[in-house]
């Protein structure tokens, strides 16, 4: 019971009416008579002085004096007598002193027993009212006599007298006592009503209450209360409510910047791993070449070399050092695109001219390998930066030829579309042409584990870095940097015969 709020209402309730009714009950039986008499006794005093009042010597209209008396029999359920000072009957209800032997025989012993009181001298001497219970002569009976003196010749020469059963007021008692399993019955249905409407005012609303509570203690801010109300559960529920609201708010600004700080966290991790990596695999580049003029500078110091071999000591040390040139032009273009300090030209230009003339700087490395070239691309004008975009062309084009066998081939088409080949993009990228440029060279397929990874810096598929396939691991990272910064969808996807790249710019439509 004491985790039921109805229930414990309901015993309340039930214990709270039930003492009511036992009390009313019990007062009923003890005191309904002595109150139900002693108002009678008052009644019939007040009503006799009323009519004493208004026939002391005023009796010459008998009729309406009869009259008179029949209604106070009528209204008091009692019966009306003037009697002489000696006990003699004066008047009647009836006007022909016609009435029944048992009542004219009550009214008479009334008055005889009344004569005998102490009360009767005073009755007649002071002008009191007084009214006594008597028995009847077979003690069967009890009646209230009620003696007024009257002045109908002199002062208090005569007296009425009233009698009225007490017959009807035990009778009405015990109608009441009957009446009382009726009215426990009703009780009981009282309690039960009153539990209904303790359970939909108070009970279901706490119920309710409690379970959006319960489940915001477990951090499940889903569920609303759902109680109308303006009272003070109302108020507690709108105020729940609000109070729901605002944790479910800070709960998930919380996971927000806890996600962002993890993000954070793992960004710096990150950084610090590049860093690292970054150092590693620049020293690693640098020590190579540096190692090799230190060594071939060495010998000519020396004189190691002969005279037929100090052009090719000179020609190694050029070369390494162009190799060194050549990362560190690539270190500064990824540092500029990276720090976005670098800012680009961007402007309208054919396409197909740009290819042909990267084509050209590399013709003599695809005869070296007698690699053949087609090309089929449109001439259309672009929107870029043209200079960066030769960059791009440069890098897949070297790539395709270091990555091509002998009697290999290249192929680089284009063509229009709408939608690109994935979907990160914004909106408005389907609402434009874009020219998508793919560069493929016949060779084995990088795996598919590999075709994420081959944008990162430093990055070789060839995990020895065989310096005789050439590269830094910067190419792609910068060619992806460059991208990014024209909105390119780019990427490289493997074919039955070779490896594909791709990249997409924006048609310039004003000029088409």
Known sequence: MKKNLTLRLFVITSIFISIILI???????????KFYINKKMNTLKSEITK???????NYDNKPELFKSMQDFEINNNAKIAIFSNKGEIMFLSDPNKQMDDIVLQMLKEAFKKSSKTTDFSSTLNEGKVTANIFASENKDIKNIVCLAPISLESINDNIIISVSPLQTIKEASLVIKDFYPYALFLGVLGIVFLSIIYSNLISKPLKDINKTAFKMANLDFSEQCTVDREDEIGNLAKTLNFLSLNLNNSLNALKKYNNKLKDDIEKEKRIENMRKDFIANVSHELKTPISLIEGYAEGLKDNIAKEDQKDFYVDVIIDEAHNMESLLNDMLDLSQLESGSFNLHIDSFNIKPLINHALKKFKG??????????VDVSDNLVIGDKIRIEQVLNNFISNAIKNTIEKGSISICSRIEQKPYNSNIDNDYKTKDYLFVEVFNTNSN??????????DKFYKIDKSRDRSKGGTGLGLNIVKNILEKHNSVYGAFNKLDGVCFYFSLEIDSMKC
């Open 51 to 57: 009519f004493k009042i208004a026939y002391s010597y």
């Open 446 to 455: 990088i795996p598919k584990e590999e075709l994420n990874n081959i944008w």
């Open 23 to 33: 009390l009313i009950l019990s007062l009923q039986s003890i005191f309904f008579e």
């Open 365 to 374: 490395l695809m005869e070296t390998k007698n690699i053949n070239v087609a």
